[in-house]
Structure formats: structure tokens, C-alpha cells
């Protein structure tokens, strides 16, 4: 269990309102992702952070902001939501230090996003 | 361009072996992961493979060829939790990883 949590893990919005899904980890972990899981995609990449206050897009970026205050809270936030944008969309950290060899990246559970 | 092929799904029998392939272009290499996603839930990290050649943990194993571009993941003795998608992804130049579309396994009794 890497300790992240998603809020909230299911929201129904309508088209053209802002929305802000929040990801916390408790394990000081520097590299933070977020990415959204559509049918038939692979995970695709929104934004990623490699510490506070530093931020980068992914590959589909348009549409979304991100931001982190604190090492264990990073924002995701879609500035007008759009049916496009209806997705799942998760957390991700990715392992560091200590002993570890490889750099995999740890998931949270997950935030069902729905736009009418 | 960046590409990862995976098929879209497979059927096996319970108790069976089953073989996973994962075919990959990309920009630059530095590891191959697979991942578990039962449905409904968050991707788990299954294997990391750098180096050519097998990887064993327990029932899973996973195999790389980095001249091919190609790798598999392995699945023996397979039991009804297995049925999940298995996600087969890259790491890039930047360590970013790459993802495939995911393989649906479905397990009969």
C-alpha cells in the first residue's frame, strides 16, 4: 500500500463547470502523476509533478491544469469541463530511493469522472 | 513515433498456462513493466524487466528481448482471480512510462 488517496472517488458534472479531483500521498514521495484510463487507450498522461511547485505536461494536457502546494497533495483540475473529458482518472507515484532498482509508479484508487 | 501492441484480449482455462505479448517502438528504453487491473479497480505493479532475458516471481514470470522489441508475461497455473487486463508499459528516455491499450484475460473453469 503506497498511501494514496483520490477525492472524490466518483463525481457527476456538467458540462462547462470547473471540477478539482485532489490526490494525497503520505509517503514523501517526489514524483507525482495524474492520467486518465479511457476503453481501448492505453493510460495516457496529463500532468506530472517532480516536486512542489514543479509541474509538466504529459501528452494530453489540453483542457487541465495541475498544481502542488505541498509534496503530498497534487490538484488536478479541468478549467471547463467537456463530455470528453468523462473518464477515469488516476494517481500515480513513482517508487524512489532507498533499495529500490526500478522506478515503478503506484496507483490510487481511481476518480470516475462523468460530464452531462 | 512511440508504439506498444498488446492483443486485446484472451481466453484460457483454469489451471492452464497462458502467454502475454507485448511488442514495443519507442524513443528510448530504460525498462520494461507489467501491471495487473482488475476491473474496476487501480493498475498493480506486476514485473520490471531491464536486461534481456527471464524474470520469475512465483506463478508470473516476464521475459525480454530488448533486440526484438519484444516481451511476454507469463502465467502458469492459472487460477479465476487472474481474469484481469494485463498492461504492458515502457519507460522512456525521461523515465516516463508508455503505455499499451491492455490485454482483457478472461479465465474458464
Known amino acids: 500500500d503506497a498511501g494514496i488517496t483520490q477525492s472524490p472517488r466518483h463525481k457527476v458534472t456538467e458540462t462547462g463547470t470547473p471540477v478539482t479531483l485532489r490526490c494525497h500521498q503520505t509517503?514523501?514521495?517526489?514524483?507525482m502523476y495524474w492520467y486518465r484510463q479511457d476503453p481501448g487507450h492505453g493510460l495516457r498522461l496529463i500532468h506530472y509533478s517532480y516536486g512542489v511547485k514543479d509541474t509538466d505536461k504529459g501528452e494530453v494536457s489540453d483542457g487541465y491544469s495541475v498544481s502542488r502546494s505541498k509534496t503530498e497533495d497534487f490538484l488536478l483540475t479541468l478549467e471547463s469541463a467537456t463530455s470528453s473529458q468523462t473518464s477515469v482518472y488516476f494517481c500515480?507515484?513513482?517508487?524512489?530511493?532507498?533499495?529500490?532498482?526500478?522506478?515503478?509508479?503506484?496507483f490510487g484508487p481511481g476518480t470516475r469522472l462523468t460530464v452531462t | 513515433g512511440q508504439n506498444i501492441d498488446q492483443p486485446t484480449e484472451m481466453t484460457a482455462t483454469e489451471g492452464a498456462i497462458v502467454q502475454i505479448n507485448c511488442t514495443y517502438q519507442?524513443?528510448?528504453?530504460?525498462?520494461l513493466f507489467w501491471y495487473q487491473q482488475h476491473a474496476g479497480e487501480a493498475p498493480t505493479f506486476l514485473s520490471y524487466?531491464?536486461l534481456d532475458g527471464l524474470e520469475e516471481k512465483g506463478r508470473f514470470s516476464s521475459f525480454l528481448s530488448r533486440s526484438k522489441g519484444y516481451s511476454y508475461l507469463l502465467l502458469k497455473e492459472l487460477q479465476m482471480k487472474d481474469s484481469a487486463s494485463y498492461l504492458c508499459?515502457?519507460?522512456?528516455?525521461?523515465?516516463?512510462?508508455?503505455w499499451g491499450a491492455g490485454t482483457k484475460l478472461i479465465i474458464k473453469p
Open positions: 519507442t524513443s528510448g528504453f530504460n525498462g
Open positions: 509517503e514523501n514521495h517526489r514524483y
Open positions: 508499459a515502457v519507460g522512456d528516455s525521461n523515465y516516463q512510462l508508455i
Open positions: 524487466n531491464v
Open positions: 500515480a507515484i513513482r517508487s524512489s530511493g532507498g533499495a529500490a532498482i526500478s522506478y515503478e509508479q503506484y
